[in-house]
């Protein structure tokens, strides 16, 4: 059979739509393409999927590893399947802020593949930005002021014993004893899979610029994502069922919105392990 390029259409804002293609049946060679695209274009977009659980793990493994997430609970029988879910009697979603993914790990994810699995009535859109279109389009005397500095990362003031999740009803995302050491990444990193700039810090995860204090940080931070939130890239995702997003943790960030109280939405999340992060 002879490979045919894949149909990719970059979407508004941010990422692209993948047409013609069964996620549940993918080549070898429609993978590649697929990680290619993932990396070029940061999210991608699959519509009329009907991927089994069975089916979502051997999709993800033929794009890279799977990185269990420590923090959330797992779809019943399938302890490698997150379930991002939110009952009809919940106050609280997961992810209802900007931010990136395991950006408080070492080697941070590298992204997620998020299978659809109950949808609100209307509402529960997750946005997408795109970081590479944030760096570039900074100006010359900011990109020159974050050249060279790295961010600390944690998680315990959101998933730790005392962190938002503690208080929220959707306590179990808080784990206390979890080791969450912080860790340190370029603010401007070296895209691992395709060499580009990109904006690596985030409202959810990162605390501080390396050798200053939160307070030192604050206004060169308020800054960059108030930058990096433009609505011009950004992309609203509204879920219909049968659809598929795949993220790059490196390239964009999600905000998953909470705007559907009194109805049932769940997701299953499989997360794509990655590598440490070097400065562009
Ligand atoms: O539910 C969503 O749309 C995304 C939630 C989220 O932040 C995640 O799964 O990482
Ligand atoms: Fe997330």
Redesign the pocket.
């Known amino acids: 059979m002879l490979d045919t390029a894949l149909r990719i259409e970059p979407a508004a804002g941010c990422g692209a739509d993948v047409r013609d293609i069964d996620l549940a049946r993918l080549t070898p060679a429609e993978a590649g393409q697929l990680r290619q695209a993932l990396f070029d274009h940061g999210v991608l977009f699959f519509r009329d999927q009907t991927l089994t659980p069975e089916q979502h793990i051997a999709l993800a493994e033929q794009i890279a590893p799977i990185d269990v997430?420590r923090f959330?609970p797992a779809a019943p029988g399938y302890p490698t399947i997150?379930k991002?879910e939110?009952t009809a009697e919940q106050a609280t979603?997961?992810?209802?802020g900007w931010?990136t993914?395991h950006s408080y790990d070492v080697a941070p994810a590298l992204g997620?593949v998020?299978v659809a699995r109950d949808l609100p009535p209307s509402g529960?859109?997750?946005l997408f930005a795109d970081m590479y279109a944030a760096y570039v389009t900074l100006d010359a005397e900011t990109k020159a002021q974050i050249s060279g500095l790295r961010a600390v990362h944690g998680s315990d003031h959101v998933f730790g014993e005392k962190g938002v999740y503690a208080t929220t009803d959707q306590p179990e995302l808080a784990k206390g004893g979890v080791e969450t050491p912080e860790t340190v990444h370029p603010v401007v990193i070296k895209h691992p899979g395709s060499g580009k700039p990109v904006l690596y810090v985030n409202p959810s995860f990162t605390l501080r610029f390396e050798g200053q204090t939160r307070e030192e940080s604050l206004p060169l931070l308020m800054k960059l994502y108030a930058h990096a939130m433009s609505m011009d890239r950004v992309h609203t995702?509204v879920?219909q069922p049968g659809m598929v997003?795949i993220w790059d943790n490196r390239a964009t960030w999600?905000?998953?919105?909470n705007d559907y109280h009194g109805h049932y939405?769940l997701?299953h999340?499989i997360?794509l392990a990655g590598c440490e992060l070097e400065a562009a």
């Open positions: 997430n959330f997150a991002v939110k979603n997961i992810g209802g931010h993914d997620s998020l529960g859109d997750t995702l879920w997003a999600h905000f998953a919105k939405r997701m999340r997360t």
